[in-house]
């Protein structure tokens, strides 16, 4: 059983010539919820198992878009999502066992001189997963991206450098166990049209 997307709101504001400090051009946001049940069963040999599993989700996301000073000098997109999700599963010949996860994230988005020869892109995507296992362990999930793009395009030689900063942390909060991964990456493209058919 899925409900699906059940509440969508969006209002749009009229931006003028005149400069802002800070001026709104949209708001949107959505509301979501599902549900989902299973019953299983199995016969092996001589065992019966029978399996039963729910899971019910809810949550919701933010969107904004705006702008300082004027569209073309910078705009200004932010996501916020929450959604938590309910797992309940029973089992007969393995103890039953109710999970929690809750998604919790943050999308900023910024473009610098939008529609000019140079532009500057930048975007931090921060995210935090909580999973809490019954009769086994909570799992806490934190994610951080950062990246960068710097474009010239000019008609002889258009070129832009990249930037992205990955870092990830997984921490197993009964045993103390941590994982973690962090990473760079830098990228440069430089593309050349000889022919208007390229």
């Known amino acids: 059983m899925s409900f699906g997307e059940v509440f969508s709101q969006e209002r749009t504001f009229f931006a003028s010539d005149k400069y802002f400090f800070w001026k709104p051009l949209s708001f ?3 509301f979501r919820t599902s549900g989902h049940y299973r019953k299983q069963d199995i016969y092996t040999d001589y065992i ?3 399996q039963n599993s729910s899971r019910f989700s809810l949550g919701g996301l933010i969107h904004s878009e705006s702008y300082i000073w004027q569209p073309d000098f910078l705009l200004l997109n932010i996501d916020a999502e929450y959604n ?3 797992i309940k599963e029973n089992f007969i010949v ?9 998604m919790k994230r943050l999308n900023i988005r910024t473009t610098l001189f939008n ?5 500057l892109n930048t975007s931090a995507n921060l995210s935090q997963i909580y999973s809490n296992r019954e009769n086994l362990t909570n799992i806490k999930t934190d ?3 950062l990246g960068s ?3 010239y395009s000019n008609k002889i030689l258009p070129f832009n450098l990249s930037f992205n900063k990955t870092k990830w942390t997984q921490e197993e909060t009964e045993t103390g166990r941590v994982s973690k991964m962090d990473q760079i990456n830098f990228t440069g493209r430089i593309s050349k049209s000889f022919y208007s058919s390229d």
């Open 149 to 151: 793009m710097l474009s």
């Open 115 to 119: 529609n000019k020869i140079i532009s």
């Open 84 to 86: 938590p999700d309910f």
């Open 94 to 102: 393995i103890p039953d066992q109710s999970e929690n996860r809750t």
């Open 143 to 145: 994610s951080k991206q």
């Open 28 to 30: 949107s946001g959505e």
């Open 48 to 50: 019966h198992d029978i």
